[in-house]
């Protein structure tokens, strides 16, 4: 099945992560294209709307939130997704990121796998048709067109509320969500449903995806909610 490729700009002046995240993105099917500092991005922005802006914070000479408001700026960019890259524990600056325009936000040090499917996800949203129906993370593939499950080659039987649970995951991979905001989420703001009812729902999607020896790739935060992710827990301390 031969498509046109989407074309993602990755704005980033730490060279080996451009090279690693050019060959994930490429391996993807993604076409790719890097700045190393905001002046160069800025001139390739005027030469051409890519698909994607993958945009690094902390740039030198132009910063990416600069730049990310300059493209909201412009008429033409103004529609272009754009996902920032930002410091772990800088929450007021993903904040502000999001108040200038980014469509979302993947926290460094992230694995590729977990920005491609932010790539995916954001694609989605901005432009339903334009990516394909397909939800990959962590071993676990969704066909949303054909409502199927796989996990490692094997598929998965899932109830429709698993179903939408992991869909929500899958888009936010890595993003530990509360009780209350996977109710909103998967179950909706206008249905009254008891809190314990998502740790029901998360026991059951666990059962129906976690096979033999397979990592969990639910994660339990304490105090907080839930997240799906296929990191192994950092070391205490
Ligand atoms: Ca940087």
Redesign the pocket.
């Known amino acids: 099945m031969s498509q046109h490729k989407l074309h993602v700009l990755v704005v980033?002046?730490?060279v080996s992560l451009v090279e690693l995240l050019r060959y994930n993105l490429e391996k993807e099917g993604f076409r790719v294209t890097a700045a190393n500092d905001g002046e160069e991005a800025l001139a390739l922005l005027k030469e051409g709307k890519p698909d994607l802006l993958v945009l690094?914070w902390?740039?030198p000479h132009v910063s990416g939130i600069e730049i990310c408001r300059q493209v909201r700026r412009r008429p033409e960019l103004r529609d272009l997704p754009v996902i920032m890259l930002t410091a772990r524990g800088e929450e007021a600056d993903r904040v502000r990121g999001l108040e200038v325009g980014a469509d979302d936000y993947v926290i460094k040090p992230f694995s590729p796998s977990e920005l491609v499917a932010r790539i995916r996800a954001v694609l989605r949203r901005a432009r339903p048709g334009a990516a394909d129906e397909m939800l990959t993370y962590g071993g676990i593939a969704m066909d949303l067109a054909a409502h199927r499950v796989m996990r490692n080659g094997r598929f998965l039987h899932l109830g429709p509320t698993e179903f939408r649970l992991l869909r929500f995951f899958m888009e936010r991979p890595g993003r530990v969500f509360s009780r209350e905001q996977l109710l909103d989420g998967v179950w909706g703001r206008d249905i009254y449903v008891e809190l314990r009812t998502v740790d029901v729902h998360i026991r059951r999607l666990r059962k129906a995806i976690n096979g033999e020896g397979e990592r969990d790739v639910i994660r339990t935060v304490r105090a907080a909610g839930y997240a799906l992710d296929d990191q192994p827990d950092p070391a205490p301390g």
């Open positions: 980033e002046d730490e690094d902390m740039l």
